[in-house]
């Protein structure tokens, strides 16, 4: 099944037809999300530089604090893997019981590998990646005026 497209994206690339519109579609709040206290310090740190890039990209919105702590915990964990990856290497060795050395895969490399690929998910939703970037609409200000640069006797 196909992922459903935003209906203002529709509306932007000219494929909006009024029987595949949602008008009873829920609208988000402006405004930045605070983090949750479950998160840790750095994965507060971590929330808090999303806010701010979501605001500044004028995405930002306080109903997306799970996805937004989500995201946060799992850049985190790929710090933390990474981490023990550097410190400790990517293989280790152990014996089998033949008495063969084995060498094997650190359990953190699956680990950050699968925090990468949710981590970049999460990221694309929020159009934080280079690819999506355009496919994610920002709210408008009503109160902003579109010709303010051009008025030059001001």
């Not at 909006?16 to 008008?23: E, F, G, H, L, S």
């Not at 019981?97 to 970049?120: C, F, I, W, Y």
Request: with cysteine; hydrophobic share 40%; charged share 25%.
């Amino acid at each position: 099944m196909a992922k459903r497209k935003p209906d203002r994206l529709k509306i932007v690339a000219g494929t909006a037809r009024p029987d595949r519109m949602n008008p009873d579609a829920p609208s988000a709040n402006l405004g930045t999300a605070e983090p949750p206290e479950w998160l840790s310090e750095r994965a507060t740190e971590i929330f808090s530089q999303l806010s701010v890039t979501l605001h500044g990209m004028g995405i930002a919105s306080p109903d997306d604090q799970a996805a937004l702590a989500m995201l946060a915990s799992r850049l985190e964990e790929i710090e933390v893997c990474t981490a023990v990856i550097e410190d400790a290497g990517r293989t280790y060795t152990t014996t089998a019981t033949s008495g063969d050395k084995l060498v094997r895969a650190r359990p953190e490399v699956a680990m950050r590998n699968e925090a990468m690929r949710h981590a970049q998910s999460l990221l694309a939703e929020f159009g934080l990646s280079p690819a999506s970037r355009s496919k994610v609409s920002a709210s408008e200000s009503a109160d902003e005026n579109p010709f303010k640069a051009l008025d030059y006797f001001t």
